[in-house]
């Protein structure tokens, strides 16, 4: 089985800056894409950021220059730093990572609970 956590959430004023962490553990071949994704009440959930292997990174228009995605290979672990937060930013943050469990294997998609993100003054 493959787990994934998130943390870092909380509550910080308009302007401010969060870092998020999540932390991929469990039965690991290889990891693919790691992913932030979002959810505000009565919407949908939409997509954030990602890093895919090699080190690329796609970004929503929405946060494109004051989110920034990482990741640590090492660690199976992937990082959102998020700068110049605004109330519209408010919602339940999700990682998903794209995990193989062995050799041969096609990835899967696994999802954490989430981590709420509140930003107001």
């Known amino acids: 089985q493959v787990q994934v956590a998130e943390s870092g959430g909380g509550l910080v004023q308009p302007g401010g800056s969060l870092r998020l962490s999540c932390v991929v553990s469990?039965?690991?071949?290889?990891?693919?894409?790691m992913s932030w994704h979002r959810q505000s009440p009565g919407k949908k959930r939409e997509f954030i950021a990602n890093?895919?292997?090699?080190?690329?990174?796609n970004y929503a228009d929405s946060v494109k220059g004051r989110f920034t995605i990482t990741r640590d290979y090492a660690t199976n672990r992937v990082f959102l730093q998020m700068d110049s937060l605004k109330p519209e930013d408010t919602a339940v943050y999700f990682c998903?990572?794209?995990?193989?469990?062995?050799?041969?294997?096609?990835?899967?998609?696994?999802w954490g609970q989430g981590t709420q993100v509140s930003v107001s003054s």
């Open positions: 469990g039965r690991i071949f290889n990891i693919w894409a």
């Open positions: 890093v895919v292997t090699g080190g690329n990174t």
């Open positions: 998903s990572a794209d995990v193989a469990e062995e050799r041969g294997l096609g990835p899967i998609d696994y």
